[in-house]
């Protein structure tokens, strides 16, 4: 039996991509996932792909913009599956361009969902974890909130920022019993990024593996921070870049 059978878990930005990786790879698993998400065509797929292999999924439709919505996604996924055991920050924006030509505009959207949502989902549900003594919160973030990379800074500086929450986070709840880790992603091979063409390709190249991840290489090593393999690890930033961390 798997370590996750039974378990319930929250994954934002679970109707794509990564976050659809973490969620398919949950359910195999066991755990009840609840995917939110703003496409609902998209998450109403994933859920009935999870349910035809025999797996529970509820998809919720939510833009997590402010902390009423985060709130509210929190209070939903309570009530589709009863509690949140593990929560999966995964939803984000990464628009790239010169910072002389970034509005206002794009700085709120890209900081509010890429730092207040978690924020706020993390407010919310972190203590109901933290009074049963069991949890895990899994935040995803970018290799580009490591280093300096032209175009990148307003994405890389909201991943900056939930890099240093997870961190502190772990040390607000670990003692607790609530885990919280990230993982650090290199250039994946998603819907979201298609439209890099072959410039997913030349940032993927400056790394050893020398390609770019799929999501499903992504969405293990979630998995594994989710679980109980991962029992001693608090705090961690779990670099999954192809090893552009070496150099």
Do not use: C
Request: net charge negative; charged share 20%; hydrophobic share 45%.
């Amino acid at each position: 039996m798997s370590e996750l059978q039974g378990k319930s878990a929250l994954v934002t930005g679970g109707n794509s991509g990564i976050g659809r990786a973490a969620a398919i790879a949950l359910a195999e698993r066991g755990t009840r996932v609840v995917i939110a998400g703003r496409d609902a065509a998209r998450g109403e797929e994933v859920v009935r792909e999870i349910r035809a292999s025999g797996g529970e999924a509820h998809f919720v439709a939510s833009d997590l913009r402010d902390e009423a919505s985060a709130r509210s996604l929190a209070a939903r996924a309570r009530d589709l599956v009863g509690r949140v055991d593990i929560l999966v920050n995964n939803a984000g924006v990464f628009p790239f361009g010169p910072t002389h030509e970034s509005t206002e505009g794009d700085f709120d959207a890209v900081f509010a969902l890429n730092v207040k949502a978690p924020y706020f989902l993390v407010a919310e549900l972190a203590p109901d974890m933290a009074k049963r003594g069991d949890g895990a919160i899994v935040n995803v973030t970018t290799m580009v909130a490591e280093f300096g990379a032209a175009g990148m800074g307003l994405y890389g500086a909201s991943k900056a920022a939930l890099r240093l929450l997870t961190k502190s986070w772990a040390a607000e709840y670990g003692p607790a019993g609530v885990r919280v880790n990230a993982v650090s992603p290199g250039p994946t091979r998603t819907e979201g990024t298609a439209g890099m063409g072959e410039g997913l390709d030349r940032l993927a190249a400056a790394a050893p593996a020398g390609r770019p991840a799929t999501a499903q290489e992504i969405a293990e090593a979630i998995v594994f921070l989710a679980g109980d393999r991962s029992s001693f690890v608090h705090g961690a930033v779990l670099p999954v870049d192809g090893g552009r961390v070496a150099v």
